[in-house]
């Protein structure tokens, strides 16, 4: 078996990730300076997450799930994996084309189920109009997600990773013409995100091309394995469902608050940036590696790859965790405060920053253990543990937002984000020890909290001292810059110092090639 690359896999990836995500947050500034904190934002939020709320739904969700790992197990037995690829294709389009269909024709049933408290209000007919010009953003995605999975099966990570760098980047060059052309900001953004899509799937399908896995349409056929296929998907879709009611619930309680659901978006796009880089880079390299040592009973491996996976994510997930919780309000103010959002708008915004970051490393490390259970092709289990976290995501929005209002939200995402890793730990020790993580994760875990720990200090202690200069318009980017560039010295000397990882790795990942075991 030729392995996949693990450290470097997941370097690659959380490098395009990155740069996804720090244009992400650069397309929200925009958003947040030239449209602002108000109906019009709501109502692009609003639409914006229907096409996202499906392709996680229908895509990322199941595809990963299922997909994923049966292509896997195919390419590595030689067993005809692109004709099941192409098979699947095929049917995905054809039910993406049908949902879309519907979701134009009930477009305003739609905006009414995920934010009923735009009714009667000029929100409801902007988001009904944004949403049927964006939706068709998930037909292409969603096939680019495809695509993109059996790239990272073959161990192709570049191409798939790159991708949604092009959504951003189509975004800001658009709000940025359309600002200075005189143009309505938002028309032109609406506009251009079906085009970012079909962008997108093109950058992957010429990939795939390239990379030998040659997928063209063909008509649906429902043969044994998109059967099979079908099994493992829809408890994945189902468990997929679950946590985007998850979202529309907070978008439910949020949309009944005034301003409240572009503070929850903005602060939602800010934590995103590690979880994205980290997390999901993680899962999207680690899902095939597992699936192909478990076809080739190499649990050791296994067992290594998983362990190295939950050590790397923490290491970098559990200082930027304590930065988000410890120094929120100098992040937002700088990076979102100008233009039509304002110094409350910030203080809000840093608020549910805060309260993310506390559940930070549970979103990560969800991302870490779902592979022990979809590697196997069970989607069952995650499915019921989400039904757990959607009942207690629920109650405690609901129960809290007429007693602490537009935040409750936020509190109930964290706490709904550890119960769902506290039931993945427990449910995943029937797997034996593959599913157990080895010493040397176990020495260094409490090292990297320390450490982490250590840095929040020193960047408490820092921003005491620099907190003048967040007033001053031209000095709040350098004191912000030597904020971070603090925090980051200081997470980097105390953990290399307490063998909390070893920067050396990290190079040797890069330089590594790969060799057949």
């Known amino acids: 078996m030729k392995p996949i690359r693990l450290m470097s896999g997941i370097l690659t990836v959380g490098f395009w990730t990155l740069a996804s995500r720090v244009l992400g947050v650069a397309r929200e500034i925009v958003i947040l300076a030239l449209i602002g904190p108000g109906p019009v934002m709501d109502a692009f939020v609003a639409a914006f997450r229907l096409p996202n709320m499906f392709r996680r739904f229908f895509a990322e969700g199941a595809f990963n799930a299922a997909f994923v790992p049966m292509f896997s197990k195919k390419l590595e037995a030689d067993d005809d994996p692109l004709r099941f690829a192409r098979d699947a294709m095929s049917g995905l389009a054809f039910v993406l084309l049908v949902l879309t269909g519907l979701a134009m024709v009930f477009m305003p049933a739609l905006v009414l189920a995920t934010a009923g408290g735009f009714a009667g209000s000029e929100r409801f007919d902007l988001t009904v109009g944004f949403g049927r010009i964006v939706f068709p953003?998930?037909?292409?995605?969603?096939?680019?997600?495809l695509f993109s999975g059996a790239l990272n099966a073959a161990g192709?990570?570049?191409?798939a990773a790159a991708a949604p760098v092009l959504l951003n980047i189509f975004v800001l060059i658009a709000m940025t013409a359309g600002y200075y052309l005189g143009g309505e900001v938002v028309i032109w953004l609406v506009w251009t995100v079906p085009l970012a899509g079909i962008a997108q799937l093109a950058l992957v399908w010429i990939a795939a091309d390239r990379a030998g896995i040659r997928l063209r349409p063909s008509r649906p056929r429902l043969t044994p394995d998109m059967k099979r296929l079908t099994a493992v998907a829809i408890p994945a879709a189902l468990a997929g469902g679950v946590m985007q009611v998850n979202l529309l619930v907070g978008q439910q309680v949020a949309s009944y608050f005034d301003k409240a659901v572009g503070w929850l978006y903005a602060a939602d796009r800010l934590y995103q940036l590690p979880l994205g880089v980290v997390g999901i880079a993680v899962g999207i390299v680690l899902l095939p590696d597992l699936s192909r040592r478990l076809k080739a009973e190499d649990s050791i491996g296994g067992r290594q790859a998983f362990?190295?996976?939950?050590?790397?994510?923490?290491?970098?997930?559990v200082p930027c965790a304590v930065a988000l919780v410890v120094v929120p309000l100098p992040m937002v103010s700088v990076l979102f405060e100008r233009g039509a959002t304002g110094p409350d708008d910030s203080a809000a915004i840093a608020l549910a920053v805060a309260l993310y970051g506390l559940g930070l490393p549970a979103f990560v490390l969800q991302k870490v253990l779902q592979p022990l259970y979809f590697a196997r092709e069970d989607t069952r289990s995650p499915f019921r543990y989400a039904l757990v976290a959607m009942v207690v995501n629920a109650a405690v929005a609901i129960g809290l937002a007429p007693v602490i209002g537009w935040i409750a939200p936020a509190i109930a995402t964290t706490l709904a984000g550890w119960i769902m890793v506290a039931q993945l730990g427990f449910g995943a020790r029937r797997f034996g020890e593959v599913a157990r993580f080895d010493d040397r994760f176990r020495r260094r875990v409490w090292r990297i909290c320390l450490a982490s720990a250590i840095m929040g200090a020193a960047m408490w202690g820092t921003l005491l001292i620099l907190g003048p200069l967040f007033g001053e318009a031209g000095w709040r980017y350098l004191a912000l810059l030597v904020l971070l560039a603090v925090g980051a010295a200081s997470y980097g000397i105390v953990g290399q110092a307490m063998g909390a990882f070893r920067l050396s790795e990290f190079r040797n990942a890069l330089r590594r090639k790969p060799r057949d075991t």
């Open 137 to 145: 953003y998930i037909l292409f995605v969603s096939l680019a997600a």
């Open 307 to 317: 362990s190295r996976a939950g050590e790397i994510s923490l290491a970098l997930t």
């Open 156 to 159: 192709h990570f570049a191409a």
